[in-house]
């Protein structure tokens, strides 16, 4: 009889050889999801699929969260699934097999790497695992808000306006539009980032530039901010301003006005020029005494 020590060795050599000449796989893991980003407060869903070779049953499906173990499926145990107290991690149901366990609720504590763990029954208790991360994430109360806009803007302005956004974590993206489009990079200050007592963070981003023609072209300058974080929020708050045309008009009018009558008094003094009106009566008797009294004197 072989010895007991030399058991696994010879087992381990028979499935090396039935892999090598009949092509028998082994357990693989097939696909771990776990939800990169979640909302406070939701459920967080993970799963985790395999499959198992022609010769393997399965023995156990374990969850970890930071390397410690919150869950486990072992279908020959008198209790087959089972929890384990873990700050932050809350397992409000699971599938028949453990491939599937949804955490509810999610609190900051839940945050972290999460790994799937399969193993196969003896003699050679295959093993496959991954892992992923998940962030929780804090939503703003309230959408992205903008401060030091105008009524109304003339060509040549200068716009100079905040965007702020609500309290989350992590901190929120903030993008600036201008009538629809991306606001150029050299119109945008760096973004400004606060940390609060409470771990949650506010963003500012400021614009500044001046206003061309070609703000107007659709009728009046649209400003949007636009506040995202990850794939879990998407807020924006826009702002119309318009232009002061009816003192723009004006101008215009003054500056054609003013040339017309500039333009008259040119014509007056060049050759072919419309006669001078005739003098007034009072011009002309003094004329004709004064002409008189010339006259005599000769």
Known sequence: MLPTHAQPTLLLLVAMLLTREYGVTSLELLELRVPAHVALG????????????????LYSVKWYKDGKEFFRHVPRDHEPRRKFPLPGVDV???????????????????????RCEVSGERPLFPTVSDHADMVIVALPDHGPTITGSRLRYQIGDRVQVNCSSGRSRPATRLAWYINGEPAPSLALLPAMHEKHEDGLETTSLA?????????FRKGDLKLKCLATIATVYWRSNEESVQGDKLKGYSRSRELTEGASRADRVQAAGKPGAAAA??????????????????????
């Not at 614009?207 to 703000?215: A, E, T």
């Open 207 to 215: 614009l500044d530039f001046k206003v061309k023609p070609k703000h």
């Open 42 to 57: 939701t459920r967080a869903a993970l799963a985790c699929r395999w499959a198992l070779g022609p010769a393997d049953v």
């Open 277 to 298: 009106p005739a003098l007034a009566p009072y011009t002309l008797l003094a004329v004709t005494i004064l002409h008189v009294l010339l006259n005599k004197h000769t």
């Open 92 to 114: 409000e149901k699971s599938s028949p097999n453990g491939a599937n366990v949804t955490l509810y609720p999610a609190v900051l504590e839940t945050g972290g790497r999460y």
